[in-house]
């Protein structure tokens, strides 16, 4: 029996695939804990509407992904930071202050999660923190600490 999978089964595939099972398997297992429906023409005719959505939607994303790498590049951020004698930060500067500032001083929205900083900044001057926005896309922020008075 051809049955449509609405949630990843073990050993049989992934949600949205059409695959082939026996009776018993799809009736007494599948079908009670809605892992899966029958693959009828309806069904089939629908998973591919929704195949088709999911992937216009990943194309968006991506250049929706493409656009923020390149909004980041002629954008600076300026963060201020209280700091002790010699130039050394209290505390360092964390992802989520970086996320923050570049969306109230550029209007790019990116996840704390997203940005990946190498080394802890905890002195003044200028980084460049990179920035990974998904489907294999990265960014450069360039970001400048100065001190807060």
Do not use: W
Request: charged residues 30%.
């Amino acid at each position: 029996m051809k049955v449509i999978l609405q949630q990843d089964v073990r050993d049989h595939g992934k949600k949205g695939q059409m695959v082939d099972v026996s009776d018993g398997y799809a009736r007494n297992f599948l079908f009670p804990r809605k892992l899966a429906i029958p693959a009828t023409a309806d069904n089939i005719n629908t998973m591919k509407q929704k195949e088709k959505a999911r992937l216009k939607q990943m194309e968006e994303e991506k250049a929706n992904a493409i656009a923020n790498a390149a909004k980041l590049e002629s954008c600076i951020v300026k963060i201020s930071a209280k700091a002790g004698e010699n130039g050394k930060l209290f505390g360092s500067v964390t992802a989520k202050e970086i996320s923050d500032a570049l969306e109230a001083q550029c209007g790019i929205s990116i996840e704390k999660n997203r940005i990946v900083i190498s080394d802890p900044i905890k002195s003044f001057g200028t980084f460049e923190v990179k920035c990974k926005l998904g489907y294999e896309v990265s960014g450069t922020i360039h970001v400048i600490i100065a001190e807060s008075k």
